[in-house]
Nanobody
Framework: QVHLVESGGGLVQPGGSLRLTCLAS????????MAWYRQAPGKQREWVAG???????DYADSLKGRFTISRDYAEDTLYLQINGLKPEDTGVYFC?????????????WGQGTQVTVSS
Protein backbone atom coordinates (compact mmCIF):
# COMPACT_ATOMS: atom_id res chain seq x y z
CA GLN A 1 0.00 0.00 0.00
CA VAL A 2 1.08 3.55 -0.73
CA HIS A 3 -0.54 6.51 0.99
CA LEU A 4 -0.48 9.88 -0.74
CA VAL A 5 -1.29 13.24 0.81
CA GLU A 6 -1.37 16.41 -1.27
CA SER A 7 -1.04 19.96 -0.01
CA GLY A 8 -0.20 23.41 -1.27
CA GLY A 9 -3.37 24.35 -3.09
CA GLY A 10 -5.24 27.55 -2.51
CA LEU A 11 -6.65 30.70 -4.01
CA VAL A 12 -4.24 32.58 -6.22
CA GLN A 13 -4.55 35.48 -8.64
CA PRO A 14 -3.96 35.00 -12.36
CA GLY A 15 -0.27 35.10 -13.12
CA GLY A 16 0.68 33.79 -9.70
CA SER A 17 2.51 30.64 -8.77
CA LEU A 18 1.94 27.65 -6.56
CA ARG A 19 3.96 24.62 -5.52
CA LEU A 20 1.91 21.54 -4.82
CA THR A 21 3.34 18.83 -2.60
CA CYS A 22 2.51 15.14 -2.39
CA LEU A 23 3.92 13.24 0.56
CA ALA A 24 4.11 9.50 0.00
CA SER A 25 4.31 6.78 2.63
CA UNK A 26 4.09 3.03 2.72
CA UNK A 27 5.72 0.72 0.17
CA UNK A 28 7.73 3.50 -1.46
CA UNK A 29 10.27 1.07 -2.88
CA UNK A 30 7.53 -0.35 -5.09
CA UNK A 31 6.70 2.97 -6.77
CA UNK A 32 7.63 2.91 -10.45
CA UNK A 33 6.25 6.25 -11.49
CA MET A 34 4.32 9.17 -10.10
CA ALA A 35 2.16 11.78 -11.71
CA TRP A 36 -0.12 14.74 -11.20
CA TYR A 37 -3.64 14.84 -12.55
CA ARG A 38 -6.25 17.53 -12.30
CA GLN A 39 -10.00 17.74 -12.55
CA ALA A 40 -11.73 20.97 -13.42
CA PRO A 41 -15.36 21.52 -12.39
CA GLY A 42 -17.65 19.54 -14.65
CA LYS A 43 -14.79 17.93 -16.56
CA GLN A 44 -13.00 14.62 -16.56
CA ARG A 45 -9.77 14.11 -14.70
CA GLU A 46 -6.78 14.81 -16.95
CA TRP A 47 -3.12 13.90 -16.76
CA VAL A 48 -0.84 16.88 -16.13
CA ALA A 49 2.69 15.54 -15.74
CA GLY A 50 4.58 12.40 -14.84
CA UNK A 51 7.98 11.36 -13.54
CA UNK A 52 9.57 7.95 -13.84
CA UNK A 53 11.66 6.08 -11.30
CA UNK A 54 14.85 7.28 -13.00
CA UNK A 55 13.69 10.88 -12.97
CA UNK A 56 12.51 11.27 -16.55
CA UNK A 57 9.63 13.72 -16.87
CA ASP A 58 6.82 14.32 -19.29
CA TYR A 59 4.07 16.89 -19.56
CA ALA A 60 0.73 17.36 -21.22
CA ASP A 61 1.46 19.27 -24.43
CA SER A 62 -0.83 22.16 -23.56
CA LEU A 63 0.88 22.69 -20.20
CA LYS A 64 4.54 22.55 -21.16
CA GLY A 65 6.51 25.54 -20.01
CA ARG A 66 4.41 26.51 -17.00
CA PHE A 67 4.41 23.24 -15.04
CA THR A 68 7.40 21.50 -13.51
CA ILE A 69 7.21 18.11 -11.82
CA SER A 70 9.96 16.97 -9.52
CA ARG A 71 10.54 14.32 -6.89
CA ASP A 72 12.62 14.28 -3.75
CA TYR A 73 13.48 10.62 -3.34
CA ALA A 74 15.06 11.11 0.07
CA GLU A 75 11.91 12.76 1.43
CA ASP A 76 9.43 10.60 -0.54
CA THR A 77 7.84 13.77 -1.83
CA LEU A 78 6.48 14.74 -5.21
CA TYR A 79 6.16 18.37 -6.28
CA LEU A 80 4.38 20.31 -8.96
CA GLN A 81 5.50 23.87 -9.55
CA ILE A 82 2.93 25.90 -11.46
CA ASN A 83 3.82 29.35 -12.79
CA GLY A 84 1.73 31.84 -14.70
CA LEU A 85 -1.50 30.45 -13.31
CA LYS A 86 -4.61 30.95 -15.41
CA PRO A 87 -8.29 30.71 -14.45
CA GLU A 88 -8.52 27.55 -16.53
CA ASP A 89 -5.98 25.91 -14.20
CA THR A 90 -8.67 25.90 -11.53
CA GLY A 91 -9.50 22.44 -10.28
CA VAL A 92 -8.59 19.69 -7.88
CA TYR A 93 -5.06 18.41 -8.33
CA PHE A 94 -4.41 14.76 -7.54
CA CYS A 95 -1.20 12.88 -6.89
CA UNK A 96 -0.90 9.40 -8.40
CA UNK A 97 1.55 6.57 -7.84
CA UNK A 98 1.96 3.42 -9.90
CA UNK A 99 3.54 0.44 -8.19
CA UNK A 100 4.47 -3.10 -9.07
CA UNK A 101 4.45 -5.62 -6.25
CA UNK A 102 4.96 -9.32 -6.89
CA UNK A 103 4.32 -8.67 -10.55
CA UNK A 104 1.00 -6.96 -9.90
CA UNK A 105 0.29 -3.41 -10.99
CA UNK A 106 -1.36 -1.06 -8.52
CA UNK A 107 -2.53 2.52 -8.72
CA UNK A 108 -2.89 4.87 -5.77
CA TRP A 109 -4.43 8.32 -5.50
CA GLY A 110 -4.32 11.09 -2.98
CA GLN A 111 -7.40 12.98 -1.85
CA GLY A 112 -6.56 16.01 -3.94
CA THR A 113 -5.81 19.64 -3.26
CA GLN A 114 -7.97 22.49 -4.57
CA VAL A 115 -6.42 25.16 -6.76
CA THR A 116 -8.53 28.21 -7.54
CA VAL A 117 -7.24 30.91 -9.86
CA SER A 118 -9.30 34.05 -9.65
CA SER A 119 -8.93 37.77 -9.26
Amino acid sequence: QVHLVESGGGLVQPGGSLRLTCLASGLIFSVKSMAWYRQAPGKQREWVAGIGSAGSTDYADSLKGRFTISRDYAEDTLYLQINGLKPEDTGVYFCHAHTVVAGKDNDYWGQGTQVTVSS
